[in-house]
């Protein structure tokens, strides 16, 4: 089989959604028998393993998505054959705290729940081609070139939220200027998407993009030296220095 998931929860649901939206068929895919598994694969047909033994014997690729604490004792004693591959999504969790338990090649992803929309940044280490089908099905592979470099860029599955949130606030104050609920949340949203698509899909060095919007004393300027002025990039910073610090905690 395909793929097998031990850890069927919020995000298996989405990447579930997403692999179904790519093309995988749902006979392909076996599901560990906890949390939301049953229901799905009773709504949708997916293979449910008795266990996670059976589930390991069945599958090539295996992904982990149980809860960080859960995650050695999800992997340990099962019958691990060589070069089978465990994709861990467990966030914090290290390649050396799984390897003790599963004599796999243990390669680390960070999706997002975008992956439903096949619009996930899927950061993958160390970048693996028995992987490759099933993070392009999510959306885009950030392969990273280290273990050190995978946790710093894990802030951006934080930074996601922190986006949504920026997002809320210019839906809210949109609506409070008499905004029709439904235009105002498409008029912050897409505007979000349009910055991202832009510093994500034109070659000219990031700054130059922002800069080519910035008339000297238009809005967009006076906006940014007003936040500037107020310290919110310095918080921002600060923000992703202080949760890269916890996630590096051991
Ligand atoms: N949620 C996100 O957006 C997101 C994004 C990136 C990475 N992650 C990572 O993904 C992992 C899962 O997060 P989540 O939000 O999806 O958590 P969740 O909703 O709590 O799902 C975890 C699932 O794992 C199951 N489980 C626990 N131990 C198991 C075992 N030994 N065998 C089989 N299933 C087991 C639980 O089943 P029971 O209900 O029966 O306990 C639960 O259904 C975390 O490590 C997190 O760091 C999450």
């Keep these: 089989m395909k793929l097998g998931i ?5 995000l298996a649901a989405s990447i579930l959604t997403g ?13 560990s028998p906890r949390g939301q598994a049953p229901d799905l694969a009773r ?13 390991v014997q069945r599958c090539d690729l ?4 149980v809860r960080p604490a859960d995650a050695p004792a999800a992997v340990r004693g099962l019958n691990w054959r060589e070069g ?22 243990i390669v680390r992803i960070m999706p997002i729940t975008a992956s439903e929309l096949g619009a996930s940044p899927t950061l993958i280490f160390p970048p693996t081609k028995a992987a490759e089908d099933f993070v392009t099905a999510l959306g885009t592979a950030i392969e990273l070139d280290s273990e050190d470099q995978f946790n710093a860029a894990t802030i951006s599955a934080a930074v996601y939220g922190w ?4 997002i ?10 008499g905004l029709a609920p439904d235009t105002a949340r498409q008029l912050a949203a897409q505007t979000f998407v349009a910055a991202g698509r832009m510093q994500a899909e034109q070659d000219a060095p990031m700054r130059d993009i922002l800069s080519s919007l910035c008339t000297p004393g238009g809005i967009t300027q006076a906006g940014l030296d007003r936040l500037t002025s107020q310290g919110v990039s310095d918080a921002w910073r600060g923000t992703y220095d202080a949760i890269l610090a916890r996630l590096r905690q051991p």
């Design 19 to 31: 692999l179904t939206r790519a093309g995988w068929s749902v006979g392909d895919i076996c599901l």
């Design 62 to 65: 295996v992904l982990l998505a």
């Design 43 to 55: 709504q949708h047909g997916y293979v449910l393993a008795t266990d996670n033994a059976e589930l």
């Design 168 to 177: 809320i606030d210019g839906a809210e104050w949109s609506i409070a200027q």
């Design 163 to 166: 986006a949504q949130q920026l």
């Design 84 to 105: 089978q591959v465990l994709l861990s999504a467990c966030a914090g969790v290290s390649r050396a705290a799984l390897a003790d338990a599963a004599p796999a090649q």
């Design 6 to 10: 031990i850890g069927v929860g919020h």
